[in-house]
């Protein structure tokens, strides 16, 4: 087996990923192309196990502990990006960063003021 074939999928599943992660609004879309990279990753390490005829199959190992570590990070990913919805009403990324960056300016904004009434009652 080349191994330039599962190499060249394999970044290109990675490529895709990436770019599912930089360009989607929706919060589980991203979460999908995490999971394509890893995907990607599961497949090299694979490719590369059974290439070097390793005895020991680390890769595989490897592998598996990754499937392990992926569902359990979209198990509590989409616990995260439901309780979101529920709550603001919309999973869309560019909008939840906006309120939380509103939020956090009005609060800085209130604590010089405080801090300057301090200091002149001092």
């Not at 589980?28 to 497949?43: D, G, P, R, T």
């Not at 190992?61 to 509590?76: D, K, Q, V």
């Not at 869309?92 to 960056?101: P, V």
Request: contains cysteine; proline residues 2%; charged residues 15%.
């Amino acid at each position: 087996m080349h191994l330039a074939y599962p190499a060249v999928l394999s970044a290109l599943l990675f490529c895709t990923g990436l770019y599912g992660v930089l360009a989607r609004r929706n919060a589980i879309l991203v979460l999908m192309s995490v999971e394509l990279m890893l995907n990607a990753v599961n497949l090299n390490l694979v490719a590369f196990d059974v290439w070097l005829r390793d005895a020991v199959h680390a890769g595989q190992a490897l592998t598996l502990f990754t499937i392990a570590i992926a569902a359990a990070e979209i198990g509590i990913g989409l616990a995260i990006v439901l309780m979101v919805y529920r709550n603001r009403g919309t999973s869309d990324i560019d909008k939840l960063r906006d309120t939380a960056e509103g939020a956090q300016s009005a609060e800085e904004a209130a604590e010089p003021a405080g801090a300057e009434k301090a200091e002149a009652t001092a």
